[in-house]
């Protein structure tokens, strides 16, 4: 229900402009929705989470204005907290690149290096304030996530080129536990 004063919302705009916008938010709400599901219903194991992401980066490239390459290898393994969590900092790092880049390509990429997960997620957006001083949540909240699972979070730039690059290393099994329990 929206309230109205003299045939406009409380905030003076007219309904004409209101009720799409309204529309979109929670078109994006309900597919963040079914993301979050997606996410949890991921973390029985490692073809699930990597099922997930490919679901994920499929309907991100659907319309072919955005090319997302996604590589995992083979034998990645983490603990159900440590999959939701990742797939959440991909799902943010992607999302952030869109809303303030307008990326052409995205890659995507998690491999192991002895006992840690390496997830890197780089795009061509140029302009990016590494330092987390942003008016967003966006940072802090992959920062938080990365805590969660006791993971060393970084972001800089794109080595390969032009744009921004963050990266997650993960050591399966440490979710949870603080720097002196490791």
Known sequence: QVILTAGRPLGGAPVEEVVPRLQEAAAAAQQEARFAVLALSS???SAQFDSALNRYVEFLTADGALEVDLEIERGVALGPDEQI?????????????????????IV???????DWLMVEINDDVAGLDASGNSTGHGIGNMKTRAR???ARFGIGKNRNGPG????????????????EES
Do not use: M, Y
């Open 43 to 45: 973390a029985g194991g």
């Open 85 to 105: 969590e990742v797939f959440r900092i991909v799902q943010e790092a992607i999302n952030n690149a869109i809303r303030h880049g307008q990326p052409d390509r």
């Open 108 to 114: 995507v990429t998690l491999r192991r290096r002895e």
């Open 148 to 150: 969660l699972i006791s």
């Open 164 to 179: 921004t690059c963050v990266s997650v290393s993960v050591k399966p099994g440490l979710a949870g536990k603080t720097a």
